[in-house]
C-alpha cells in the first residue's frame, strides 16, 4: 500500500525542538521529490521544505530557513524534518507529501 505516515509532533515550549518523521511505504522516497508542509486553521496550506529524488537538493521556505533541516534515511525509506528554536508562529498541521500523495499529518504546539 502506498501511504506516507507523518509522527514527531507534539507540544514543545519555544526555543525548543522536535524532529518530525515521515515514513513512506509502497516506493521509495530516494526516486521522488518529498516535501514538507504546514497548516493552520483558516489559512491554506504552505509549503516549508522539499528534498529532491536521487542526489538529494534542498531548498527551504524563507521563513524557517537556518531553524529547519529536511533529510532521508533511504535505508529505512523515511523524511524527517528537524525543527530547532521553535516559535510560536511554528504551531500547525505538518504533512509530509509525495506528489499527489498527503499523509494524515502530525500536529505540533509550540506554547510555553
Known amino acids: 500500500q502506498v501511504q506516507l505516515v507523518e509522527s514527531g509532533g507534539g507540544l514543545v515550549q519555544p526555543g525548543g525542538s522536535l524532529r518530525l518523521t515521515c515514513a513512506a511505504s509502497?516506493?521509495?522516497?530516494?526516486?521522488?521529490?518529498m516535501s514538507w508542509y504546514r497548516q493552520t486553521p483558516g489559512k491554506e496550506r504552505e509549503w516549508v521544505a522539499w528534498i529532491n529524488a536521487g542526489h538529494g537538493q534542498i531548498n527551504y521556505a524563507e521563513f524557517v530557513r537556518g531553524r529547519f533541516t529536511i533529510s532521508r534515511d533511504n535505508a529505512k525509506n523515511e523524511v524527517y524534518l528537524q525543527m530547532n528554536n521553535l516559535g510560536d508562529e511554528d504551531t500547525a498541521v505538518y504533512y509530509c507529501?509525495?506528489?499527489?500523495?498527503w499523509g494524515q499529518g502530525t500536529q505540533v504546539t509550540v506554547s510555553s
Open positions: 509502497g516506493f521509495s522516497v530516494s526516486n521522488w521529490m
Open positions: 507529501r509525495r506528489s499527489d500523495l
